[in-house]
């Protein structure tokens, strides 16, 4: 009967690509891109294999910043009008002006904690950012939590995270949600009133939701106004059966539907200001650079 079931739901979960009529491509030769905002009317991302971080306003794309060595893996805007960028090769968290300018990093917490891998952002209602550090690669469980306080101070507020990847800060700003890509699952903190982390627990494992139809490595976190969060995921085949499938699910971990691309891999996406759109940045190349792939604009539901 399980294995019934779970074919059953591999069928339901394996379904085409979206209508090619409702998928935009962006960009066709983006390498690598990756933990994208809205921001002003433009699209942001990275490109991890470029060291870049490229803009589309409507029209064309142009790169606004790059720095070579960097290995961006995401990109934020913050209270202060600057932009963050996690610079996984570099470790360390670059900071750009409005205008593009570059500025002098991150590269230490407040205690002279290193950020070995930083990954993704979460920002927070007080002007604040929470960001992960996957850590070494490999089996090491050394992950990290930082907190970068609008003032500039980096505390870490979590350890042995295992490859920490996206995060997201709920609707009432209680609870952080953290992906663990290496064990397939996201976890949750409860936030304090200081910023400080406490009650972890598993908030949905990616295997167990799809019935272990799947070897699932999710990626990125995001989360609309209804309190539905948005899954993204790197296979490490990209023939795997359920790869270019972003994963929704509701506050109780229930999967709602899914959302399939024609990429293997969908790493991260963000949301336009009305909600209705959902800008992915995707991989064809998962294995070796230039990390070929695409962005696409596909409506969110």
């Not at 002003?40 to 803009?55: S, W």
């Not at 979590?158 to 064990?183: F, H, K, P």
């Not at 336009?272 to 759109?277: F, K, L, V, Y």
Request: charged content about 20%; hydrophobic content about 40%.
């Amino acid at each position: 009967m399980r294995t019934c079931a779970a074919m059953l739901l591999l069928s339901a979960l394996v379904a085409g690509p979206a209508p090619a009529a409702d998928v935009r491509v962006l960009n066709d030769d983006a390498h690598f891109a990756e933990g994208p905002i809205w921001h002003h009317g433009k699209l942001y991302y990275v490109e991890y294999d470029r060291n870049t971080v490229t803009t589309w306003d409507g029209r064309e794309t142009s790169i606004f910043w790059s720095k070579p060595g960097c290995g961006p893996s995401a990109v934020i805007a913050t209270a202060s009008g600057e932009f963050l960028v996690t610079c996984y090769d570099s470790n360390s968290i670059g900071r750009i002006a409005a205008d593009g300018r570059d500025l002098p990093p991150y590269t230490h917490d407040r205690d002279g904690h290193p950020l070995i891998g930083p990954n993704d952002f979460a920002p927070d209602r007080h002007g604040g950012v929470y960001f992960t550090c996957s850590g070494t690669l490999g089996v090491h469980i050394d992950g990290k939590v930082f907190y970068l306080a609008a003032d500039g101070t980096i505390t870490q507020v979590a350890s042995d995270v295992r490859s920490a990847n996206g995060i997201v800060v709920s609707l009432d700003g209680q609870t952080l949600y953290v992906i663990e890509t290496e064990d397939h699952r996201v976890i949750q903190f409860r936030i304090g009133a200081d910023h400080t982390l406490s009650e972890r627990a598993v908030f949905v494992n990616l295997d167990e939701l799809t019935h272990e139809v799947a070897h699932l490595f999710p990626d990125g976190i995001k989360l609309n106004s209804k309190g539905e969060f948005y899954v993204g995921q790197n296979p490490r085949d990209p023939k795997a059966p359920l790869a270019g499938t972003i994963f929704v699910i509701d506050a109780s971990a229930r999967l709602l539907r899914t959302l399939k691309l024609p990429s293997p891999g969908v790493p991260n996406f963000a949301f336009s200001p009305d909600e209705g759109t959902l800008y992915v940045t995707a991989l064809d190349q998962l294995d070796r650079p230039p990390y070929r792939g695409k962005v696409y604009a596909i409506p969110s539901r």
